[in-house]
């Protein structure tokens, strides 16, 4: 703690956001830059407390006070090296996580918590400044070679750990560019595909052989895979969405969130979207917000995410509704501290303008006389509590039918599972009762040689999710090819998390 009386001397401020006006403009990233002033008063807040219940809120364990404590004394080196230490991508879970440790902040029993996230995001951010991040390459290499099937967070990091032990790694993806979702599904206004590359730039230097245009199954099949590594890690996300099989499913302008979504990245990569982020052609050719009424089905982050795009498109109006009741304005008490809580959050999205609507269930599509979608039928519902037992029932409020004008309606209602046809299935995979993948840690049930990581394996969850599943299953993996695993961090250096024959 750099400064006892911080939490009481300065107050919780974020980052200026760049104004509505001009943000929607473009898809630069809608916060301004971290002010090395403002970093260091908001680190300064973090105060004794004891047992530092962030910890426990972080899924990668963040060592939270120690990097505060180097940021307030304006030793960016050491911060970087305590951030870094537990987490492989600072500068993605900076921007786009949505910071369980804050949750978890003891300060934020009654005070506002501690800025963690801005903080990370300052650290990252000044040590790419100060040169600080450079290729780290091992002592020595195994001679073992390993695939990483998928190319978002967890494979990034699950490559990135397993090079780092000395083991040859080769980075697959279907998609022409590397990053998974990263790259073709979260807005450049969240977070800047300049921020991808920097980093794929140094792991590339560290040794990382990244292949993409390979669809692994098809292009690669299950025992090529096998038989040309000594271990495989696959990493390839929660890929099938969730449907909305009613009436009127068939109309054009009915698409799923992804297939937006991914569009549009490659419009500002200036990347013509003739095939979406599965590798597949788009069936529908170019969907666009502009001039229309817009529809949302999900309340999550993938369908706030369809609101600011669809407000940059210049859409007529963006109207997002959502199965559940309204969550409580402040945390509620079924969700107490140090628990995530269940409030209600309003993104920069919805900051943008979005007519945003609970307890909504949509009964059908409505078309005109050319099968081409001109609204949705949706009717209120009353959320009840079954008094035997406990669970929340709905039902339709009478009279409450109505429908709305919508041109173009995106489902982001979430995914189901990864994408079993295939590679999958010709591995001889199980899969557990949601339909991921079955393993006993992160090692497969079926083949020793085959690993899971991610939400192919966890379901649908965060990015730092992501990370610490591809870190746990690069441990797993190198204990199975060595006999050894992970040093561990915390016991033998705080700042060497690497394997132990590294």
């Known amino acids: 703690m750099g400064k006892p009386t911080g939490f009481i001397e300065f107050e919780r401020e974020l980052p200026k956001k760049r ?18 002033s403002k970093s260091k008063e908001q680190a300064a807040r973090c105060m004794d407390c004891g047992i530092p219940f962030c910890h426990n809120g972080c899924p990668l364990g963040n060592i939270i006070p ?38 978890s902040c003891v300060l934020g029993i009654n005070k506002p918590p501690v800025a963690i996230e801005f903080i990370e995001k300052s650290i990252i951010e000044k040590a790419f400044e100060l040169g600080l991040v450079k290729p780290k390459f091992p002592q020595k290499r195994t001679g073992k070679k390993v695939a990483v099937v998928g190319s978002g967070p967890a494979g990034m990091a699950a490559a990135n750990q397993l090079n780092q032990a000395g083991h040859t790694v080769s980075l697959l993806e279907r998609a022409d560019k590397i990053g998974g979702l990263l790259r073709y599904g979260i807005p450049d206004f969240k977070l800047e595909k300049r921020v991808i590359d920097r980093r794929l730039a140094v792991m590339q230097e560290e040794g990382i052989e990244f292949i993409t245009n390979v669809n692994v199954g098809v292009d690669i099949k299950a025992d090529e895979l096998l038989n040309d590594y000594d271990a495989v890690v696959l990493t390839m996300g929660s890929t099938v969405p969730r449907d909305l099989n009613i009436e009127g ?45 817009v529809v949302v089905i999900g309340g999550g982050d993938t369908g706030s995410d369809c609101v600011g795009t669809s407000n940059r498109h210049g859409a007529k109006s963006v109207t997002q509704i959502e199965l559940m009741p309204v969550p409580p ?98 591995l001889d995979l199980e899969f557990d009762e949601r339909g991921n993948i079955k393993a006993n840690g992160y090692q497969s049930t079926t083949n020793e040689k ?51 024959h590294a």
């Open 329 to 426: 304005k402040d945390r509620d008490t079924s969700t107490p501290w140090p628990n995530w809580p269940m409030m209600l959050r309003t993104s920069t999205s919805h900051e943008e303008g979005c007519d945003r609507h609970w307890s909504i269930n949509t009964k059908s599509f409505v078309g005109d006389e050319n099968g081409n979608l001109a609204g949705l039928k949706i009717v209120e519902l009353d959320w009840q509590k079954d008094p035997e037992t406990g669970r929340m029932q709905m039902k339709e409020v009478a009279g409450s039918e109505q429908v709305l004008p919508c041109e173009l309606a995106l489902l982001a209602a979430g995914f189901l599972h990864p994408q079993q046809e295939g590679l999958l299935k010709d």
């Open 66 to 103: 120690e990097f505060n404590d180097a940021v307030y004394d304006g030793n960016w080196g050491l911060a970087y090296e305590i951030l870094a230490s537990t987490n492989n991508f600072p500068e993605f879970t900076g921007r786009i996580c949505p910071a369980p440790c804050e949750a």
């Open 450 to 500: 085959v690993f899971a990581a991610g939400d192919c394996r966890r379901g649908q969850s965060l990015v730092v999710w992501a990370i610490s599943e591809g870190r746990e299953a690069a441990r797993a993996v190198d204990e199975y090819l060595m006999g050894e695993s992970f040093l561990e961090a915390k016991a033998v250096s705080m700042l060497n998390p690497v394997f132990a």
């Open 19 to 36: 104004a509505v006006e001009e943000r929607l403009h473009d898809y630069k990233e809608i916060e301004t830059a971290p002010i090395e």
């Open 249 to 293: 499913r068939q109309l054009k302008g009915v698409h799923y969130a992804m297939e937006f979504l991914s569009q549009q990245n490659k419009r500002v990569a200036d990347i013509f979207p003739e095939v979406d982020h599965q590798g597949k052609k788009y069936a529908h050719g170019q969907l666009l917000a502009t001039g229309k009424n």
